[in-house]
């Protein structure tokens, strides 16, 4: 096992620190995307369904 010395594993520690702020960003921006696409999905569907309708209702009358 390396001997370190104090510095150096402050600085190993703030690096890890580092990019674990970086991975925590990055999942909470992935998670925000995917809560946004499947809006965007949902909205998306809504309009088909609504579109369908309205043919359905001009074939009807």
Known sequence: ??????????????KM??????LAFDQSKSSSALIREGVE???KNAEIQKQEERM?????T
């Open 17 to 22: 620190r580092d990019q674990l702020k970086t």
């Open 56 to 60: 359905l209702n001009s074939f009807l």
């Open 41 to 43: 999905g949902v909205i």
């Open 1 to 14: 096992m390396k001997n370190y010395d104090t510095y150096s594993v402050f600085r190993m520690n703030t």
